[in-house]
């Protein structure tokens, strides 16, 4: 994808992320939905990408498993044509991580977890 953000749009995804990394997935969900309202163009589906992420692990937090395992199915599918990393954003590790997620949620696996186990979105350097 080609073309930049505007600087209030870097900023919302900033602050996004921020909420995304504490564990606060609805608070992200709503941050990165006001900018994905503003978006135009094939970023729409990035930052809906990181909603659905965002909302899958807000519902695998309410035990919601069946809504837990559809948002991250398909904000995985929304991100996946982005690569490795779009606005300095490690994509990679972040489909990684909720990918590994995803698999818990299939197996059956103990879903327990701190904040700090849950992926992280990280910009890369």
Known sequence: MSGQLTSELMRQL????????A????????????????????GRDFFQGLIQIAVGF?????????????QLEKGLCKLEKYGESLYGIDLAGLRQG??????????????TAHVRDLP???FSG
């Open 58 to 70: 807000y519902h695998l937090g309410n035990q919601n498993l069946r809504g837990g395992r559809s």
């Open 14 to 21: 900033q602050k996004g992320i921020e909420e995304f990394n």
């Open 98 to 111: 909720a990918a590994d997620w995803l698999e818990k949620v299939r197996t059956g696996a103990d879903l």
């Open 23 to 42: 564990g606060r997935f609805f608070e992200c969900h709503e941050i990165l939905e006001d900018a994905w309202h503003e978006v135009r163009g094939s």
């Open 120 to 122: 992280k979105i990280h």
